[in-house]
């Protein structure tokens, strides 16, 4: 079926550098893309969105890309400090039939900021 | 705005018993609200989507009458694990939005921790 996946499970980044986080995507018709932060044993926090009309955009520290052609989604985190250490997750909604307003979430990667 | 609880946050209990969780918004009317499962280390599977005052809609795999959902209010649903057992055990999230649409946002409660013995 279709799916959303993550290319890096794992990110290790120092305190200061920006990260980025990818997100492959296999349903095209999806036109909603969302990332989440989960701290551990809490729930997701949305941190921003992007319609597929977009290419890209930006938020407070954090900036997603969105490359329809090869169904590729990003998010990137400038400076980055330890309280953005968490596991991230994409999540896309393709809005069709039953499933409106139902998201389907990526794997997780789990970004780790060295002090 | 927008905050959504869960209780309780943590829960063991003896397996062949039944559990239920309620998931609260505090200071907004949720049309819609969504329950998920999540394994140590995995995703969130979306396990139901339910709309207030009708039944649940319940994604393939998943059992309706083990798991029963309830939203009888616009800010409180309630998920029944019934007759649970060991591979119940899991980590369930709720989140609930204003409306159906796909561009309308979901806030998730904090989970609850379910352990069966």
């Known amino acids: 079926g279709e799916s959303v996946g993550l290319h890096l499970p794992t990110l290790s980044v120092q305190e200061g550098d920006n990260s980025i986080i990818n997100c492959a995507y296999s349903?095209?018709?999806?036109?909603?893309f969302i990332w989440y932060k989960q701290e551990s044993g809490k729930g997701p926090q949305f941190i921003i969105d992007?319609?597929?009309?977009?290419d890209k955009r930006q938020g407070q520290r954090v900036t997603v890309l969105l490359n329809k052609t090869v169904k590729h989604l990003s998010l990137q985190i400038a400076a980055t400090q330890p309280g953005d250490s968490a596991v991230y997750f994409c999540a896309e909604n393709s809005g069709g039939g039953g499933s409106q307003g139902n998201l389907i979430f990526g794997k997780g990667t789990k970004l780790s900021v060295k002090p | 705005g927008a905050v959504v609880s869960q209780h309780p946050s943590r829960v063991i209990c003896k397996s062949g018993t039944s559990v239920k969780i309620e998931c609260r918004s505090l200071d907004f009317q949720a049309t819609t609200m969504f329950w998920y499962r999540q394994f140590p280390k995995q995703s969130l599977m979306l396990m139901a989507t339910s709309n207030e005052g009708s039944k649940a809609t319940y994604e393939q795999g998943v059992e309706k009458d083990k798991f029963l959902i309830n939203h009888a209010s616009l800010t409180l649903s309630t998920l029944t694990v019934t007759s649970a057992h060991p591979e119940d055990s899991s980590f369930y999230i709720c989140?609930?939005?204003?409306?159906?649409?796909?561009?309308?946002?979901?806030?998730f409660g904090p989970g609850t921790r379910l352990t069966v013995l």
């Open positions: 349903n095209s018709a999806s036109d909603y």
């Open positions: 992007i319609r597929s009309n977009m």
């Open positions: 989140s609930a939005s204003y409306g159906a649409g796909i561009t309308d946002t979901q806030y």
